[in-house]
Nanobody
Framework: VQLQASGGGLVQAGGSLSVSCAASGSGYTVGWFRQAPGKERAFVAAIDWSGSNSVYADSVKGRFTISRDNAKNTVYLQMNSLKSEDTGVYYC????????????????WGQGTLVTVSS
C-alpha cells in the first residue's frame, strides 16, 4: 500500500480543515496519527475498509470525522472546531486488519501533512 497525505495548512482556532489520504490497493484499514513538535506520534482516528467501523481519540470525538471513498481510493479526515493543540504533522497509515489505535500495528505509512492552528 502506498499512501500520500495532503490538504494541510494554516487555520484559525475554531475553524475547519479537511485532510486527505490517497492510497493504492484495497482491503485495508486506514488510521490517522499526528505528531506535535516535541511530542510522540498520537492516534487520531481510524476507519476499516467497509467504512462501517471507525474509532476516534477522545480528544477529537465530536469534532473530527473520518470517512472513505473506496472508488477514489481516498480517506478523508474532516476537522472542525480546531484548537491550537490540534497542531501537528498528520500522517495516514494502513494495515490489513481491523481498526487499531496503536501505531505499531500499522505496516504502511505515508508522508505527513502539516496542520497549524493559530490561536
Amino acid at each position: 500500500v502506498q499512501l500520500q497525505a495532503s490538504g494541510g495548512g494554516l487555520v484559525q482556532a475554531g475553524g475547519s480543515l479537511s485532510v486527505s489520504c490517497a492510497a493504492s490497493g484495497s482491503g485495508y484499514t486506514v488510521g490517522w496519527f499526528r505528531q506535535a513538535p516535541g511530542k510522540e506520534r498520537a492516534f487520531v482516528a481510524a476507519i476499516d475498509w467497509s467504512g462501517s467501523n471507525s474509532v476516534y481519540a477522545d480528544s477529537v470525538k465530536g469534532r473530527f470525522t473520518i470517512s472513505r471513498d473506496n472508488a477514489k481510493n481516498t480517506v478523508y479526515l474532516q476537522m472542525n472546531s480546531l484548537k491550537s493543540e490540534d497542531t501537528g504533522v498528520y500522517y495516514c497509515a494502513a494495515r490489513y486488519s481491523g481498526t487499531s489505535s496503536s501505531a505499531v500495528r500499522y505496516n504502511y505509512w505515508g508522508q505527513g501533512t502539516l496542520v497549524t492552528v493559530s490561536s
